[in-house]
């Protein structure tokens, strides 16, 4: 079992940064590939970053690539988001994501969630 806390998240003007962090329990984690989603309101979940559990491969929503950068430590047993000239699209809950089985992209594929942190960008 896992459990995922994410925190972070808060209120920035667009072109401002934030660090997103998620903090897991369990003793696996170094195994686990990890991923973030954010959802805004009325819309669906969309993928964000994930990151395999060697840190050899990241990926990338297109909407981040070159903004947005997904590292972990294992060692904390945390992962984190660092996001980058922030835009007012990218206002949603961000979620933690852990233990993908199948593609990285859907959320489907992963097995524990966090409860999210609320990320605001105004213009």
């Known amino acids: 079992q896992v459990q995922l806390v994410e925190s972070g998240g808060g209120l920035v003007q667009a072109g401002d940064s934030l660090r997103l962090s998620c903090a897991a329990s369990?003793?696996?984690?170094?195994?686990?590939?990890m991923g973030w989603f954010r959802q805004a309101p009325g819309k669906e979940r969309e993928f964000v970053a994930a990151i395999s559990w060697s840190t050899r491969n990241t990926y990338y929503a297109s909407s981040v690539k070159g903004r947005f950068t997904i590292s972990r430590d294992n060692v904390k047993k945390t992962v984190y988001l660092q996001m980058n000239s922030l835009k007012p699209e990218d206002t949603a809950v961000y979620y933690c994501a852990a233990d993908v089985t199948g593609s990285y992209y859907l959320s489907s594929s992963y097995n524990y969630w966090g409860q999210g942190t609320q990320v605001t960008v105004s213009s």
């Open positions: 369990g003793r696996t984690f170094s195994s686990y590939a």
